[in-house]
């Protein structure tokens, strides 16, 4: 199983970006949570979004609450990150990442350490 992650870049504040994730390999896309993290240096992974298997559920971190936006495409097997007023303190290496789920409704997790698999970051600087 892949997690491609893409779409990062240097854009001014008050600026919008949108990453994707593809997921390749042998995998059922649909019966996997998909998240989103970023993490600074010197710090742990911190975490930014999450979009349930079906994509009828969303959750946020209150600091991207209302300026960022999780989906998710099934046809590409691919999970979105749309950020919109992006400030500096958004600057981070951004990862996309899957989570098995057995059954549905299952709840979201918020640790880094509850996720199977990972993309290689992809990195947002925001210039103020």
């Known amino acids: 199983v892949q997690l491609q992650a893409s779409g990062g870049g240097l854009v001014p504040a008050g600026e919008s970006l949108r990453l994707s994730c593809r997921v390749s390999g042998r995998i059922f896309f649909e019966s996997h949570h998909m998240a989103w993290f970023r993490q600074t240096e010197g710090k742990e992974p911190e975490f930014v979004a999450v979009?349930?298997?079906?994509?009828?559920?969303?959750d946020y971190s209150d600091s991207v609450k209302g300026r960022f936006t999780v989906s998710r495409e099934s046809g590409k097997n691919t999970a979105y990150l749309q950020m919109n007023s992006l400030a500096p303190e958004d600057t981070a290496v951004y990862y996309c990442?899957?989570?098995?789920?057995?059954?549905?409704?299952?709840?979201?997790?918020?640790?880094?350490?509850?996720?199977?698999?990972w993309g290689q970051g992809t990195q947002v600087t925001v210039s103020s």
């Open positions: 990442a899957a989570q098995r789920v057995t059954a549905i409704g299952s709840s979201f997790s918020y640790r880094s350490q509850e996720y199977d698999y």
């Open positions: 979009i349930s298997g079906s994509g009828r559920s969303t």
